[in-house]
């Protein structure tokens, strides 16, 4: 899916949506995003989609081979993350996890 389509996001009326003032792109968000993706998220728990268990990723099983990294849910067996690397990106699949709660570092 790609957001850069170039087509109009506004409202069928033709009038802004409340909140648009306020609405930047994603740029603005990178010191957030910094904080979340470089900490060692092995101590960051993770909340399956299917069974709803929680437990910390660390502590997951995991499956590493050539194709990328699958991790599962203990309970259920279903995956909650997916992490494959190309030359050029590392792809994250987290939809398998309704959330990840991260420790903040002190």
């Not at 087509?7 to 979340?36: K, L, Q, T, W, Y």
């Not at 993770?46 to 590493?64: F, Q, S």
């Not at 081979?65 to 690397?85: E, F, I």
Request: charged residues 20%; contains cysteine.
């Amino acid at each position: 899916m790609s957001f850069a389509s170039g087509e109009s996001h506004e409202s069928s009326s033709g009038r802004e949506r409340p909140g648009d003032a306020r609405r930047v792109d994603g740029n603005a968000a990178g010191g957030m995003f910094s904080e979340i993706f470089v900490p060692d998220l092995t101590s960051a728990r993770a909340k399956c989609a299917g069974c709803g268990a929680e437990g910390m990723i660390g502590a997951l099983p995991v499956y590493a081979h050539g194709m990328g990294t699958v991790v599962r849910c203990p309970k259920c067996d279903r995956v909650v993350l997916r992490v494959a690397r190309t030359p050029q990106h590392i792809w994250l699949d987290a939809t398998g996890a309704t959330s990840i709660v991260i420790p903040r570092g002190t």
